[in-house]
């Protein structure tokens, strides 16, 4: 149980989980920094973490053209032939910029 007055490095990583069509699960951190610190100064094994099951827009939106879905979206689709626009590679739905798909 945790209580306002739990230390950070207790409370450990929320890692987001992403499957991608099926491919293997991807895992990202982000901004664990000053929590993985607390952990290697006090010496301790291990630190805990909390996966988060999440879509690949998810990850899309943290990493914007950087993201390792956008790029296979859109190396998938110049393999085909197809144009990708802007709002396709980043997973939005056309005519509502504001709602990713899948959410």
Same mark, same amino acid.
């Given at each position: 149980?945790?209580?306002?007055?739990?230390?950070?490095?207790?409370?450990?990583?929320?890692?987001?989980? *992403?499957?991608? &069509?099926? &491919? &293997?699960?991807?895992?990202? +951190?982000?901004?664990?920094?000053?929590?993985? *610190?607390? =952990?290697?100064?006090?010496?301790?094994?291990?630190?805990? *973490?909390?996966?988060?099951?999440?879509?690949?827009?998810?990850? &899309?939106?943290?990493?914007?053209?950087?993201?390792?879905?956008?790029?296979?979206?859109?190396?998938?689709?110049? +393999?085909?032939?197809? *144009?990708?626009?802007?709002?396709?590679?980043?997973? =939005?739905?056309?005519?509502?910029?504001? =709602?990713?798909?899948?959410?």
């Amino acid at each position: 149980m945790t209580t306002p007055n739990t230390p950070l490095w207790r409370l450990g990583f929320m890692v987001l989980c *992403a499957d991608a &069509d099926g &491919d &293997d699960n991807y895992y990202f +951190a982000f901004g664990g920094c000053h929590r993985w *610190a607390a =952990v290697q100064h006090l010496g301790l094994p291990t630190i805990r *973490a909390k996966l988060i099951k999440v879509s690949p827009s998810t990850i &899309d939106t943290y990493l914007g053209a950087s993201s390792p879905f956008r790029k296979k979206r859109q190396a998938a689709a110049a +393999a085909t032939g197809a *144009a990708v626009t802007t709002t396709q590679a980043a997973g =939005v739905e056309v005519g509502n910029p504001t =709602v990713p798909k899948g959410q």
